[in-house]
């Protein structure tokens, strides 16, 4: 892997966006080249070390799931070189961690689908016996299967904020009914397909979130980065006990670490700024990215 790239210095290229992991350039009217840097975010709060060759990680298992899924979902890869719209100094900044996508209207919700009760799904079964207003059956445990995966979308936070948990008729609110029936239809066969493949490999996919927007013909496309370790949770079948939520392959290590994290005597409030990550937490992060792709047969 290479040394960490925090930032992405393109200057052939006018900078869009700055996201949590991205950086986004403008490629004419109706391009877009995306960057992925290795800077690792939780909590939305985004740290301030680096995970090093984490971008390329990311970038490398999204073109993989892209490719597999293609005949799903139309998705907003372009098939252009992403190295071939940046000046020539500037091609290893962007080598293998980089896609070069069409320009889409995002649509302001996030996708996410959960098939194991884990995370922020546990904590409101717990309450309510819900899953953001889905009902699901008693007695379910941390971990447990769902008896059939389930659409439990999210808004777009700003950066800085938090994303929040919304039911399914206040999705149909933002994107109008139709437009969301389709991306629930199309975000569970998306989850469904991968979750068998990955079952093969000794991967269980607990949940994952995804990405839409529509072309300029309006057309449903998926965008940004697909079942990837920053936006799922990965657990090795074989660590996998119903009852206790699996150490995983994924950013939930980092945000373990985070909940325990001593910041002036007390524990960190999950606002910025970060507390300083340790070698330990780093290097584990690393490793259980790197050992999903290996497990997932994603070439590096």
């Given at each position: ?19 949590k ?110 899953v ?42 933002i994107v ?53 370790p ?20 994924d950013?939930q ?9 001593n ?18 937490v ?19």
């Amino acid at each position: 892997m290479d040394d960490a790239l925090y930032d992405i210095p393109l200057t052939s290229l006018p900078l869009l966006s700055k996201g949590k992991v991205r950086n986004n350039y403008a490629v004419g009217e109706d391009r877009i080249l995306m960057v992925a840097s290795d800077r690792i975010s939780a909590f939305d709060v985004i740290m301030n070390e680096p995970i090093p060759g984490k971008g390329k990680l990311l970038t490398q298992m999204a073109l993989f799931w892209f490719d597999k899924l293609k005949h799903v979902v139309p998705n907003h890869l372009t098939g252009e070189d992403p190295e071939s719209v940046v000046a020539p100094e500037e091609r290893e900044l962007v080598r293998g961690r980089s896609m070069l996508v069409k320009r889409l209207k995002p649509l302001p919700i996030e996708a996410v689908v959960r098939g194991y009760l884990a995370g922020s799904g546990w904590k409101e079964y717990q309450q309510s016996g819900t899953v953001c207003g889905v009902k699901l059956p008693p007695g379910l445990k941390q971990a447990s299967k769902l008896p059939e995966p389930i659409f439990t979308p999210a808004t777009k936070a700003e950066m800085g904020q938090h994303d929040e948990n919304i039911d399914f008729d206040r999705a149909c609110a933002i994107v109008g009914r139709e437009l969301a029936e389709k991306v629930r239809e199309v975000s569970i066969r998306l989850y469904k397909e991968a979750a068998d493949y990955a079952l093969g490999k000794g991967i269980i996919i607990a949940d994952t979130k995804f990405e839409f927007g529509l072309d300029e013909a309006g057309r449903l496309t998926l965008m940004d980065e697909m079942l990837t370790p920053d936006s799922s949770r990965f657990w090795r079948v074989s660590e996998y006990v119903e009852g206790a939520a699996p150490a995983g392959l994924d950013k939930q290590i980092l945000r373990d670490w985070l909940e325990r994290a001593n910041v002036d005597g007390a524990i960190w409030n999950k606002l910025a700024p970060a507390p300083m990550l340790d070698k330990t937490v780093v290097s584990t992060t690393r490793s259980a990215y790197v050992d999903a792709c290996a497990a997932l047969g994603v070439r590096l």
